[in-house]
């Protein structure tokens, strides 16, 4: 297995802790918005947009470039934070998340530079990103695309004909991300729907399947570049999260699955511990 460069890893590091920061100023500015799957997914995203994903933020419409689809809609805030920080329009535009006005609203539309489908209906990211996969099959393009997935969202029926499909169609231009941080609005998932065995699951309707922390930059990276090698098949990677990762009061509770924080104590207290997280780095 090649190695991969260190100050790589702690530069991705520093963009994740980077995103985390944008997703809580954001949300806490708007006083609207979902902190909680933002910050699990901040790793997944620093690596897709900052080393894995071949895009242009001067050609957004690029017709070569990889595609990406926030299926878990809600989770805009780390989305919008990774296309300013990687170029595609001022990062001070962050700061009108949410306004009524702004481009930059709740859930991602196609009037953001750099967003490839409109989301937030749960369910129908993995059907978007097969269309996607089907036709740069047929375009004979070398593009890929990267459907991030929340776990409370597959509990949806449509994910799971598209889960058939995209096997019955060996799509293995497509990766799906699922973002199992094993909270959903009310609850923890599992107490909602029972959705293990997962990875079985996914075996079962024709997958490659790769379980990784989802935290951890290296493994994230290595299982792309897995994905990359699978012929015949599309590939699934099972991201094991922490809802809420990076800030103390939010981790692991559904409290903050769609809440800001609740007073500056809170908000200076969300920044401080990212700051202090960065600094390790």
């Not at 908000?267 to 511990?273: G, S, W």
Request: one cysteine or more; aromatic letters at 8%; proline letters at 4%.
């Amino acid at each position: 297995m090649s190695s991969i460069d260190p100050e790589k890893v702690k530069e991705l590091k520093r963009i994740a802790n980077d995103l985390r920061v944008w997703s809580i100023k954001m949300i806490y500015r708007a006083q609207s918005g979902h902190p909680g799957g933002a910050l699990s997914a901040a790793d997944i995203l620093a690596v897709l947009y900052f080393h894995e994903m071949r895009v242009d933020p001067k050609n957004p419409e690029w017709p070569d470039r990889d595609r990406f689809v926030l299926s878990k809609g809600h989770a805009s805030a780390a989305y919008y934070a990774a296309l300013a920080m990687r170029g595609f329009f001022p990062e001070e535009d962050l700061l009108t998340f949410r306004d009524v006005n702004s481009y930059l609203q709740g859930h991602p539309s196609l009037m953001v530079p750099g967003v490839d489908m409109c989301t937030g209906s749960l369910g129908q990211g993995l059907s978007a990103g097969i269309g996607m996969a089907l036709a740069g099959k047929m375009d004979k393009r070398d593009y890929r695309v990267y459907v991030l997935l929340g776990d409370g969202e597959i509990e949806e029926g449509n994910v799971w004909e598209a889960a058939m499909t995209a096997a019955t169609r060996k799509l293995d231009n497509l990766v799906a991300i699922v973002d199992r941080n094993k909270i959903q609005l009310d609850d923890f998932t599992d107490r909602m729907v029972e959705l293990d065995p997962l990875e079985e699951k996914w075996r079962g309707f024709g997958w490659r399947v790769i379980s990784i922390n989802g935290h951890d930059v290296t493994q994230i990276i290595r299982a792309l570049d897995e994905a990359k090698k699978t012929k015949g098949r599309p590939t699934v990677i099972i991201a094991h999260t922490v809802k809420g990762k990076g800030v103390s009061y939010m981790e692991n509770t559904a409290k903050y699955h769609g809440k800001p924080p609740q007073n500056e104590e809170e908000y200076e207290r969300a920044l401080k511990e990212l700051e202090e997280e960065r600094r390790k780095i």
